[in-house]
């Protein structure tokens, strides 16, 4: 999917558009002063996207957190 049509659908779309693009750069070839740049927001785009994904589909961290704690038997 393009970069624009994914902006039409959401966040997520747009952020997988993003990240697909810049890692097919990368994989094409890049100048040198571009790599690293490039590479930096490759990481950046990840960490969003897995942010993203996580406030969708819910992660074990956030399932944890929400689930209230037994009751603890008075001695």
């Keep these: 999917m393009s970069v624009l049509s994914a902006a039409k659908y959401g966040r997520r779309e747009l952020l997988e558009a993003l990240r697909d693009e810049i890692a097919?750069?990368?994989d094409d070839g890049v100048p040198a002063r571009d790599l690293a740049s490039l590479s930096r927001r490759l990481l950046e785009i990840d960490r969003e996207l897995e942010g993203v994904?996580?406030?969708e589909e819910g992660?074990?961290?956030?399932e944890a957190a929400s689930t209230p704690d037994a009751a603890w038997p008075a001695s």
Aim: proline share 0%; charged share 40%.
């Design 53 to 55: 994904i996580a406030d």
């Design 24 to 26: 097919r750069q990368i």
């Design 59 to 62: 992660d074990e961290i956030g």
